[in-house]
């Protein structure tokens, strides 16, 4: 579990209900080994958002994407190129007041629907969240989703972005917080969302693509090209 993770709820690791029990013969999507997998090294902030364009022009209705990296590692940057590339209605921001938004396409193509699952703990809560109610028409994106919405889709882009020198600030940035607790004031300079600004725009991040699933074995050859294209 990256630092900083979600501050309630049982670890991934312990795995859900049904991979528990012996009983239930369903492989769970994040169970499977990724029909493809690629790493690459995005040079900047500006390169993470290019990525994400890149990756939105294979992406389409019923696409989840799902989102992992430690806090101030350019998972919501990364949204923001999906989202520039979708042509969907902006901006693209770390939510904190609402766990997931719809930003809905100008262009009748599909929306994306961005969710951050940080504070989420469980499947339960993720199921309160209804989102695969939008998920047969829109692009679903879900940070900090790791084992948690996986099961959503039948299959799904997970990517991994690192972030080798942590972010200042970050250990107490998402801190748990008491679910009665007064939401604090955003504090002057704080990015959007509550959220510190992080350093420079430009650090190599690591970052690992794996597809999962037949939807991603057929685009395996378009998956390799865009990432092939990526600098770094
Ligand atoms: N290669 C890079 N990719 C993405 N973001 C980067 C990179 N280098 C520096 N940054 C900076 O790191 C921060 C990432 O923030 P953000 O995308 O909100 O992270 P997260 O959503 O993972 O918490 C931004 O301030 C961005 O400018
Ligand atoms: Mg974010």
Known sequence: ?????RPAGPPPSAGPPSARDPGVATVLAEDRSPTVTARLAVPGAAQMRLLGARLAGLLGP???VVLAGALGAGKTTLVQ????GLG???PV???TFVIARVHPSLRGGADLVHADAYRLGSRLEVDDLDLDAD????VTVVEWGEGLVESLASGHLRITIDRPRPAQGAESARAPVPAQAPVPAQAPGA??????EHGPDDEVRPVTVAGYGGRWEAAADRLRAVLAEQPG
């Open 81 to 84: 190129g999906i989202g520039d």
């Open 135 to 138: 998920l047969d028409h829109s």
């Open 62 to 64: 019923g696409d989840l």
């Open 93 to 95: 921001t770390s939510p």
């Open 88 to 90: 969907v209605r902006g």
């Open 1 to 5: 579990m990256p630092a900083g993770r």
């Open 191 to 196: 990015g959007v969302g509550g959220e510190p």
